[in-house]
């Protein structure tokens, strides 16, 4: 069965405190990783696609890494906007769409 | 470009009723799925259509169904409301052929009593 784990699940840093969040999966083939931030009582926001061991995609403060087993998300020198829950989800190769989620990374940003 | 849209915004119902909640994709897509998602968990996929059919099915019971219509927007109701129904919905559509990015609307929060 496909599964995501992400650690921790909440982290607390100072603005300008850079850290990273992991999400480690098991997946039958992975056909891509999702990285999305969801701010509370709203629905997810799409950050990231990966598709291959290697891969890494940037965004502003956002930097998103792809090993076999884990996905990185670096922070860099946080602002308290950056403040919500991160979720990361795979999708398998063969034809399933679905997504399959991680219970997500609460992240808060103090000024 | 109007994104994916939900109605309504919150529901509250009783155990027993039963719910339709509807959803509209982002603009240029054709495939909608559902998500259930508990409070302090990761969304939890329900089912999936395309071009008007169930392509693919959570873990979920029958009192969960849904349609999709000709315009691609879709509905799930939910019969014979359980306490444990309680949660936000959310739809979430992709443009199919071979891209796989699903992006997600605002979510429906439906309450129990």
């Known amino acids: 069965e496909d599964q995501v784990t992400q650690s921790p699940e909440a982290l607390r840093l100072q603005e300008g405190e850079s850290s990273s969040l992991n999400c480690s999966y098991t997946?039958?083939?992975?056909?891509?990783l999702f990285w999305y931030r969801q701010d509370p009582g709203k629905g997810p926001e799409f950050l990231f696609t990966l598709y291959s061991a290697g891969e890494e995609k940037e965004k502003e403060r956002l930097k998103a890494t792809l090993t076999k087993k884990e996905s990185f998300l670096h922070i860099t020198a946080p602002k308290p906007e950056d403040s919500a829950t991160y979720l990361c989800a795979v999708q398998a190769a063969g034809g399933s769409e679905k997504l399959v989620f991680g219970k997500g990374m609460k992240l808060t940003v103090n000024p | 470009d109007a994104g994916v849209t939900q109605s309504p915004t919150h529901l509250i119902k009783t155990r027993g009723q039963q719910v339709t909640l509807r959803c509209s994709p982002k603009?240029?897509?054709?495939?909608v799925s559902w998500y259930q998602q508990a409070l302090g968990q990761g969304p939890q996929f329900i089912f999936q259509?395309?071009?008007?059919?169930?392509?693919q099915r959570g873990n979920f019971p029958d009192r969960f169904s849904g349609h999709q219509f000709p315009n691609y927007s879709s509905e799930l109701n939910v019969n014979a409301l359980l306490l444990g129904d309680s949660a936000l919905y959310l739809c979430?559509?992709?443009?199919?052929?071979?891209?796989?990015?699903?992006?997600f609307g605002p979510g429906t929060r439906l309450t129990v009593t």
């Open positions: 259509y395309y071009e008007e059919e169930e392509r």
């Open positions: 997946v039958s083939g992975l056909r891509g």
């Open positions: 603009s240029g897509h054709d495939t």
């Open positions: 979430a559509s992709s443009p199919g052929a071979g891209t796989y990015e699903q992006y």
